[in-house]
């Protein structure tokens, strides 16, 4: 029992508050993929919507169960992050620090950036 227990913990499935603490966002199996959605907008006055989507026609569903994190493998690689706040999506990674933090990282061409993230409980 307490291996399953240690391995939950490992895992990137589950919810996470996002590093400028603006949305929850909760990562879980897609098919044969993991993807992550936002669960819960939690900034004040941010759009209720996708306003900065390239794609004119989206740009009115609701922040709220957008996948921002997509086609990943079960180790974390091969995905696309999502930022609704620019609209702008990128080749991305996921890694869980020692601390139990989750790292999401996004890159175009070599420049990559960072964000921790902190699982909720």
Same mark, same amino acid.
Do not use: E
């Given at each position: ?47 209720? !919507?996708?306003?900065? &989507?390239? %794609?004119?026609? /989206? $740009? ?9 994190? *997509? ?21 991305? !990674?996921?890694?869980? &620090?020692? %601390?139990?933090? /989750? $790292? ?9 950036? *960072? ?7």
């Amino acid at each position: 029992m307490a291996a399953v227990k240690r391995r939950a913990k490992s895992s990137f499935s589950g919810d996470w508050l996002t590093a400028d603490q603006s949305a929850v966002v909760h990562i879980g199996p897609c098919g044969s993929s993991l993807c992550g959605r936002i669960v819960r907008v939690l900034a004040s006055g941010a759009p209720g !919507s996708d306003v900065n &989507n390239p %794609d004119r026609a /989206l $740009r009115s569903r609701p922040l709220a169960g957008i996948a921002v994190l *997509s086609g990943f493998t079960p180790a974390g690689s091969g995905g696309r992050a999502y930022d609704p706040k620019t609209g702008r999506s990128y080749s991305a !990674s996921l890694h869980l &620090n020692a %601390d139990g933090t /989750l $790292r999401v990282t996004g890159c175009v061409a070599f420049i990559c950036r *960072s964000q921790v993230w902190t699982r909720r409980r």
